[in-house]
């Protein structure tokens, strides 16, 4: 018998095998868990990812707060089209310097038009390191993200 939780490492293999290319691959996330009701992943944080002052820059917690959301979005919203983030707000809670960052994406609200999703940072310890919310647009089938304008002609 199969479980959620073999579901969603199984979702979580398929993600790593497909959704770790360009910059998800240079923050270095590893997906955990995916399904329709929650992404989670880890990375490894270190003097790649530091500001000026040697600490892990705001910049990286929000790109893996949006690259979560719009992964569970995505997931959720499934066949009937894309999702495009519209709005990121992340909060910065402790400074760190370098270790294994675990991550987790669950639903607010998921509707016919827009989601919102909140995505928790913690570490090693599980000290909550950032914590953002993103409301996300449902695209479906047939619209393209700029609102189904075309391209003027050249």
């Known amino acids: 018998m199969t479980t959620d939780t073999d579901q969603g490492r199984a979702h979580a293999d398929k993600a790593n095998e497909h959704l770790t290319a360009g910059f998800t691959k240079a ?3 590893n997906y955990t868990y995916v399904t329709a009701d929650r992404v989670a992943a880890e990375f490894t944080v ?8 040697g600490i892990v820059h705001g910049g990286v917690y929000c790109a893996v707060v949006e690259t979560l959301a719009s992964v569970a979005a995505s997931y959720w919203f499934g066949k009937q089209g894309q999702v495009v983030g519209v709005n990121n ?3 910065f ?4 310097r370098e ?5 987790e994406a669950l ?4 509707g016919k038009l827009q989601q919102l999703w909140e995505v928790t940072i913690v570490d090693e310890r599980d000290k909550l390191i950032a914590r953002g919310k993103v409301r996300l647009a449902n695209l479906p089938t047939g619209l393209t993200p ?7 002609e050249r």
Not at 93 to 96: L, Q, S
Not at 146 to 152: C, D, E, K, T, V
Request: glycine letters at 14%; a positive charge; hydrophobic letters at 30%.
């Open 27 to 29: 923050i270095g996330l």
């Open 46 to 53: 270190g003097p790649d990812h530091h500001q000026p002052f």
């Open 89 to 91: 707000n992340t909060d």
């Open 93 to 96: 809670m402790r400074a760190v």
């Open 99 to 103: 270790g294994v960052l675990r991550a």
């Open 107 to 110: 639903p607010v609200h998921r």
């Open 146 to 152: 700029n609102g189904g304008a075309q391209p003027p």
